[in-house]
């Protein structure tokens, strides 16, 4: 899949720009995705801007806010990777860390999200030169997969315009690689860091004569990570070979990684508190394997005339190793064996268990009658307090486009239209298996010799069996067109839309043929969404626009195998037969204003309403990931935007906020046992929350602000500070926003605090040809949270496993629910040197 004319109109726009100043987020006066165009004709595919002799430029080219970066801006921040550049930098934009890994974010924009964690509902579409990177199985967005070095700009553009086609919700980030004419030479870059962080990046680029040019990077990172037992492996290789005339360019992309990421995610508010750099339990390894291929051409057919299109194949291979709770257990009598049990022991030659008195008080790392209980073939599932999550996904997808874009003059305005055609096809296989096991001091897991499968038998249900083997076949055929018309310098109108078609087919290795438990299924999803935008400029250096415009999503496979609230998911681990899911639909309205201060800078004034109908929500019955998909009526997002950016002789600045207020415009009821609100029998049992009209969306904060400024020191120095300040937000499990810290049930707050982060970073070049960069990041070295979760918790205050923790109430025994924070990473330094051959 491409992108399409709004989004390459807003790149060679950008361009048109380059000679302004700008800083590292400026909103550029760019093509807005749901409004005007320019004259020009812009070059469609985004690998490279080729634009035809230009046509005047109305002054209504001024648009909503088009956020875009450069390569060496992105330099210059001394971000790791391209999430913790847009976290620092672009406006409306959260990262929320929720499995503590720099490779691994959860980035939200408007409180729509793109995250590689499978049952995140996904909301933004990602491009690299065109090619969409939101995986076919979950639309899950691999950041790691990205080299930071191979990035010649970006532009992430707000909205659900269809002409991005399926997954803009809230908006499209398109990332442009770089080639060989843009960055000729050669040039090594090495890093190193707190935590053992080492780093080794190289590029070489170069054009001849004859047309040809060529671009390759290649990046090798590692480190320990700020976590206990959390070490990143990332391996990225990215190559682009093309040529190019007067009229044609044609390109080849290739790109491999091979990375394993530990991101051992949420730690519960007491083990925080005792250690910082603690995990719940461990391992969380997920390993990473992608090669894409992508080939993009354009030709000037004429001088009105642009032809383009594009080819790609894509394989990603993820495998992940997690160690968890097994919730199932807290409830449960784990510590003093049987005699059965003590029998089955001994048989199979174990010693040093107890004979009798074994309880939570002198045992606080129970095992014996988890062991006994596979020996048995009994209650594992229950008696276990431990597991080994392990899943393996294998993703084919391919596609390609074409379009043609032509400038006319009709009807006493200038026409720019464009009308393409895309298909996506792709094959998804996921399979999942767990393992009981034993929960070790060190948080680790001990698996034992069982592998949860049909023959497992729970004496209080039928057979466990955690078992997925899901085979998914996903394809969409999309047709679009649009046409800018401008009037006169101040006048310009678009209007486009998009028709898309999907088809999913599930098969089930284990249970096939449908009925209760499979999950096969054949889905369809077809939708026409349109745009409509109007862009006026009455003056030089300021403009408004006002736009309406309609996206779409349609359930993934692992949405639709995921969607019985009688059969809840523990996802990635687990799915169940569902009932059918329907497409997500975004609408949104725009409108703003922006100018110019003189040429010292620019300023922007803008606001958004988004409704989602039928979104697709994964209500989660506890932390360790239990739960289903479901639609829920509707949701909306709107809010308030304001920026300044600019550049005044040596000093570059700017500054961004963001009022969000992302909320529940539905009445749903959803589980809540970790929610002090529920209509739990008593405190701590299962139970029920309502959500009503109104309440705040978990994980959106309703106030962002972000300032930075830098100071350049002629060619020899700069130094920058950032800052970023979030609101506090809802913890996930806390939908009616009503849980309260109260009793010996409920620990924490259920929300995750505001906080403020400030970033410095210096560049030095020594010579012509060497330069040394630094970073400090949290440089007050803040504790602070990015994400929250309500759920039960296993261990007690001095972080020993606790089963039973609170006296039974009518038989059933309550639990003790906390609060679990994803938590920022303390102050690290990072350092290292660019070396740049003649």
């Not at 995140?120 to 691999?142: A, C, E, I, K």
């Not at 029998?343 to 129970?366: C, I, K, M, V």
Request: glycine residues 10%.
């Amino acid at each position: 899949m491409k992108l399409t004319l709004f989004a390459a109109a807003a790149l060679a726009l950008c361009q048109a720009h380059a000679a302004e100043p700008a800083s590292a987020a400026s909103l550029d006066a760019n093509l807005a995705a749901s409004v005007a165009t320019s004259g020009d004709l812009p070059s469609v595919i985004i690998t490279g801007s080729m634009p035809l002799p230009t046509i005047e430029q109305p002054r209504a080219a001024l648009a909503a806010p088009v956020q875009t970066a450069s390569a060496q801006q992105i330099a210059r921040s001394g971000a790791l990777d391209l999430s913790a550049f847009l976290r620092r930098n672009l406006g409306s934009v959260v990262v929320n860390e929720v499995q503590n890994n720099p490779f691994q974010p959860d980035v939200s924009y408007r409180g729509y999200t793109a995250s590689p964690l499978l049952g995140t509902p996904q909301g933004l579409s990602v491009y690299l030169d065109g090619m969409r990177l939101n995986q076919p199985f979950g639309d899950v967005v691999s950041w790691d997969l990205i080299p930071r070095m191979a990035i010649d700009s970006l532009t992430l553009m707000p909205g659900s315009n269809p002409l991005f086609g399926l997954n803009t919700l809230g908006g499209a980030l398109a990332i442009q690689t770089k080639d060989g004419r843009s960055s000729p030479g050669t040039a090594i870059e090495a890093r190193l860091g707190s935590d053992k962080r080492r780093a080794v990046e190289v590029e070489h680029g170069g054009s001849n004569a004859q047309g040809w040019h060529w671009y390759v990077t290649g990046n090798r990172f590692k480190e320990a990570g700020w976590r206990d037992d959390s070490p990143s492996d990332v391996r990225q290789l990215f190559g682009k070979l093309g040529w190019s005339d007067a009229r044609t360019d044609i390109a080849a992309t290739v790109a491999h990684a091979d990375n394993a990421l530990t991101g051992n995610g949420l730690q519960e508010q007491r083990m925080l508190a005792r250690d910082y750099r603690s995990v719940y339990t461990k391992p969380d390894l997920t390993q990473n394997r992608s090669t894409l291929l992508n080939l993009t051409g354009k030709h000037r057919a004429s001088e009105a005339l642009l032809l383009s299109g594009n080819v790609y194949y894509r394989k990603i291979d993820t495998h992940t190793f997690n160690g968890d709770l097994n919730d199932e257990s807290l409830d449960q009598s784990v510590y003093q064996p049987g005699a059965a049990e003590r029998a089955a022991l001994a048989a199979a030659g174990y010693t040093g268990f107890p004979a009798s008195g074994a309880n939570a008080s002198n045992t606080p790392f129970p095992k014996w009658r988890c062991i006994g209980n596979v020996l048995l073939g009994d209650e594992p599932a229950e008696k276990c307090n431990g597991m080994i999550n392990r899943s393996h996904t294998q993703q084919e997808n391919y596609g390609f486009s074409g379009q043609l874009t032509l400038l006319a003059d009709m009807a006493g305005a200038r026409h720019a239209v464009t009308a393409g055609a895309a298909m996506d096809s792709s094959h998804a296989t996921f399979r999942q298996t767990s393992q009981f096991g034993y929960l070790n001091p060190d948080r680790g897991i001990t698996p034992v010799d069982f592998f949860a499968a049909g023959t497992q038998i729970d004496d209080d249900g039928p057979p466990v069996d955690n078992r997925v083997d899901l085979h998914g076949r996903m394809r969409t055929w999309s047709v679009y067109a649009s046409d800018s018309m401008a009037f006169n310098q101040d006048l310009t109108l678009t209007v486009s839309g998009r028709y898309n078609r999907s088809t999913v087919r599930n098969r089930d290795a284990i249970t096939p043929g449908g009925g209760s438990g499979s999950l096969d299924g054949d889905h369809r999803f077809s939708r026409f969404n349109p745009a409509i935008g109007l862009a006026y400029a009455p003056a030089a250096g300021i403009g408004a626009y006002v736009g309406y415009n309609e996206g779409s999503r349609t359930p993934t496979a692992i949405e639709l195998g995921c969607a019985d609230p009688e059969n809840p998911c523990r996802l990635p681990n687990a799915m169940a037969g569902d009932p059918p899911l329907k497409q997500v639909v975004t609408k949104t309205w725009e409108a703003g204003l922006r100018g110019k201060v003189a040429s010292v800078a620019s300023w922007s004034a803008g606001v958004f309403r988004a409704e989602n109908h039928d979104d697709i929500l994964f209500v989660a019955d506890n932390q360790a990931g239990f739960g289903y998909f479901k639609n829920f009526g509707k949701t909306r997002h709107q809010g308030v935007e304001l920026a300044l950016d600019g550049k005044a002789g040596a000093l570059d600045f700017g500054v961004n906020y963001t009022w969000l207020q992302a909320t529940y415009q539905s009445r749903e009821t959803v589980n809540g046992s970790a929610n002090s609100s529920s209509d739990a029998d008593a405190p701590g049992l299962e139970g029920n929350i309502p959500i009503t009209p109104g309440k705040r969306i978990p994980l959106t904060p309703s106030h962002i602000l972000k300032a930075h400024v830098e100071v350049q020191g002629g060619r020899d120095w700069t130094v920058g500070l950032a800052m970023t300040a979030v609101s506090s937000s809802y913890a996930r499990g806390n939908e009616n926003n009503r849980h309260q810290a109260g009793g010996p049930a409920y620990l924490g707050a259920g929300k995750s605090g505001g906080y403020a982060v400030f970033e410095l970073n210096g560049t030095y070049q020594l010579t012509r040809q060497l330069g040394v960069f630094a970073q400090v990041n949290n440089l007050f070295d803040r504790k602070y949270a990015t994400a929250a979760q309500l759920g039960a918790t296993g261990f007690n205050a001095n972080g020993n496993f606790a089963a039973r923790p609170l006296p039974a109430v009518g038989g059933e025994y309550p639990m003790v629910n906390a609060t679990f924070y994803a938590a920022g990473a303390p102050r690290s330094v990072n350092a290292g040197l660019r070396y740049v051959f003649n």
